[in-house]
């Protein structure tokens, strides 16, 4: 399968990887948007280049951090990683006394930990560790503050998540369990795995709508009237059948064979709700965000839940992409945390929210392994 990789990043701004309107009234191309298709398009927000293995931090480094520069922070946040126990002795030895190699070893050993097959799974990633949560060096350096450290990760390759088989299996076994399967599924990633979703592409449906609607007016003729969020979903998820009540999902679960995939499959969604509500998601403040993009920014999703390879979600995803490349703005990273390099507690903590935040794709690369008609990414080498 083909892979999609960030190039290095510009030195200067952190460990890990560089990245790179719609008018009004438009009519979309009739273009199917196939698993390759919606990943290319995604692929075109990112520049190409190698990436290193889990966690794939760029070889560049935070240019504050840097010994020649006579920046103390460097050797402060060493120590303070080593005191919080995120960092490791025998790491600062093979890191032969270089903070920013000390600090490459603390990050890749967070991790090491986690199930690398199932997180590329879900996507492949770059994360950054720096002084700003923003790749390129748009910014003047006096914006950026070196009492505030960040943690962040962003897609360089994203999954595309096709619920419909899923929920034909879940249906002939009880009609109830398809609903029941993808509430667990939005909400188990809602906190903490930005997804594009049905409600992502509201606008966009709306936007269609208007389009028809002002084109049948207009006298236009040969129209094909647009696809509707209820029709992509398909029969199983109709109003008709709501999920069941988190009381009964236990009996609904001991009620399938050990062995059967939907069994598995909704084992699996249990998980993945009950360790996003483990642990409350902390997010850098508002005031922060806008501190580094005043203009406005957009974040590459780290899957695509869809229903089918034609159906209104792809649609609108490829219509965001091409946005996103047009419109100027700069991208975010999809999941960040900040933390004071001073701090220890602070510094645990951030730690922690990462750890979190990959046992989260973790556990939602085992379920995708699971679902039939799923395009899962292959592990990288």
Same mark, same amino acid.
């Given at each position: 399968m083909p892979r999609h990789t960030t190039s290095r990043a510009a030195p200067g701004r952190g460990l890990r990887a560089s990245s790179e309107a719609r008018s009004s009234v438009r009519r979309p191309a009739a273009v199917r948007l196939s698993r390759t298709a919606a990943r290319e398009f995604a692929a075109k927000l990112m520049a190409p280049g190698p990436a290193l293995p889990v966690p794939r931090l760029a070889v560049g480094c935070l240019e504050p951090f840097q010994p020649s520069n006579m920046y103390s922070g460097a050797f402060d946040l060493a120590r303070n990683l080593l005191l919080a126990g995120v960092g490791q002795p025998e790491d600062w030895e093979r890191s032969k006394g270089d903070p920013v190699a000390f600090m490459l070893q603390a990050v890749e050993r967070t991790a090491a930990t986690f199930n690398r097959k199932a997180i590329d799974a879900v996507a492949h990633t770059d994360i950054l560790f720096g002084t700003s949560p923003y790749i390129s060096s748009w910014h003047e350096k006096e914006y950026e503050d070196p009492n505030r450290v960040f943690l962040a990760v962003e897609a360089t390759q994203i999954s595309i998540?096709?619920?419909?088989?899923?929920?034909?299996?879940?249906?002939?076994?009880?009609?109830?369990?398809p609903a029941t399967v993808?509430?667990?599924?939005?909400?188990?990633?809602?906190?903490?795995?930005?997804c594009y979703d049905e409600s992502?592409?509201?606008?966009?449906?709306?936007?269609?709508?208007? *389009?028809?609607?002002? /084109? @049948?007016?207009?006298?236009?003729?040969?129209?094909? +009237? &647009?696809? *509707?969020?209820?029709? /992509? @979903?398909?029969?199983?998820?109709?109003?008709?059948? +709501? &999920?069941?009540?988190?009381?009964?999902i236990e009996a609904a679960m001991q009620s399938l064979s050990v062995r059967s995939r939907a069994r598995g499959i909704l084992e699996a969604a249990c998980r993945l709700q009950t360790l996003s509500k483990a642990r409350p998601r902390q997010r850098p403040y508002c005031d922060m965000w806008d501190e580094y993009y005043p203009n406005g920014s957009f974040s590459v999703p780290f899957t695509i839940l869809a229903f089918?390879?034609?159906?209104?979600?792809?649609?609108?995803?490829?219509?965001?992409?091409?946005?996103?490349?047009?419109?100027?703005?700069?991208?975010?990273?999809?999941?960040?945390?900040?933390?004071?390099?001073?701090?220890?507690?602070?510094?645990?903590?951030?730690?922690?929210?990462?750890?979190?935040?990959?046992?989260?794709?973790?556990?939602?690369?085992?379920?995708?392994?699971?679902?039939?008609?799923?395009?899962?990414?292959?592990?990288?080498?």
């Open positions: 998540i096709y619920l419909r088989p899923t929920l034909e299996l879940l249906g002939k076994t009880h009609p109830r369990l993808y509430r667990m599924l939005l909400e188990g990633m809602s906190s903490w795995i930005l992502a592409c509201e606008a966009f449906c709306e936007w269609r709508m208007e *389009s028809y609607l002002e /084109a @049948k007016e207009s006298g236009e003729e040969g129209l094909e +009237k &647009p696809q *509707s969020i209820a029709i /992509a @979903k398909g029969p199983w998820l109709a109003k008709r059948f +709501k &999920p069941l009540p988190s009381s009964q089918h390879e034609q159906d209104l979600v792809c649609q609108a995803f490829q219509s965001d992409e091409e946005d996103w490349m047009n419109g100027g703005e700069q991208q975010s990273p999809a999941f960040a945390t900040a933390f004071s390099p001073n701090d220890r507690e602070s510094i645990i903590t951030g730690f922690e929210e990462l750890r979190h935040f990959l046992r989260m794709m973790e556990a939602l690369g085992d379920l995708l392994a699971l679902l039939p008609g799923c395009d899962v990414l292959e592990e990288q080498e």
